[in-house]
Each structure stands twice: as structure tokens, then as C-alpha cells.
């Protein structure tokens, strides 16, 4: 079972970006997925989660900009990042708490590669 993330780039202060992670392999059931997002020489830090029933939290820093969903048929979680500003330029990574393989076999604190946003005029 692996994470994929993209979407990342190159955007204005302001603008909008959409991340999106994709869980592959042998999966039965993905539990909490979430975005965390680090900057050079700090540590990585939680952006938003959701559960797997869609309850949703998020950092007071991207409250009210950042929507975090997810598509339970397609295992994948996204980041829709509406006005932007460059103190969110970071590399934003997906994780997963949990993925079942089967009803009693799972892997756990799962990541993704990393995509890189950044934002600057």
C-alpha cells in the first residue's frame, strides 16, 4: 500500500490549489487521512485531518482558507487552498492513521512523497 500526492505548484498570493493523495494496493479500509505540511528547519506540522465518517479539523492558521475531503470509493483525501499567502509555501505530505488490507491486518502512520506548494507573486 503506498500514498500518492500531487497538485502542488507554483501560485499567486490570493490564489487557489488542489491537492489531491491517492491510496493504492490492497485496501479494504482507510481510516483518518490528513495533511501535514514543513518548512526548512521546522518541524512538520499538522494542517487539517478527516475522519473517515468526514468529521474535519484544522490548524487556526488555514481555518476558513483550506477544505480538506475525501472520496472513500477512491481512497483518496484532498486539500482545496483558497487564498493563499506565501507564509503556506511549504511541502504539504497526505498521511494515513490507518490502512486495512483485510478486517485484521493493517498498516499503520502511513506517508506520502511530499509536494511541494509554493506561493509568491
Known amino acids: 500500500v503506498q500514498l500518492q500526492a500531487s497538485g502542488g505548484g507554483l501560485v499567486q498570493p490570493w490564489g487557489s490549489l488542489k491537492l489531491s493523495c491517492a491510496a493504492s494496493g490492497n485496501i479494504f479500509k482507510v481510516n483518518a487521512m490528513a495533511w501535514y505540511r514543513q518548512t526548512p528547519g521546522k518541524q512538520r506540522e499538522l494542517v487539517a485531518i478527516?475522519?473517515?465518517?468526514?468529521?474535519?479539523n484544522y490548524a487556526d492558521s488555514v481555518k476558513g482558507r483550506f477544505t480538506i475531503s475525501r472520496d472513500n470509493a477512491k481512497n483518496t483525501v484532498y486539500l482545496q487552498m483558497n487564498s493563499l499567502k506565501p507564509e503556506d509555501t511549504a511541502v504539504y505530505y497526505c498521511?494515513?492513521?490507518?490502512?486495512?488490507?483485510?478486517?485484521?491486518?493493517?498498516?499503520?502512520?502511513?506517508w506520502g512523497q511530499g509536494t511541494l506548494v509554493t506561493v509568491s507573486s
Open positions: 478527516i475522519s473517515s465518517g468526514g468529521n474535519t
Open positions: 498521511n494515513a492513521q490507518k490502512i486495512y488490507s483485510d478486517p485484521s491486518t493493517f498498516q499503520y502512520d502511513l
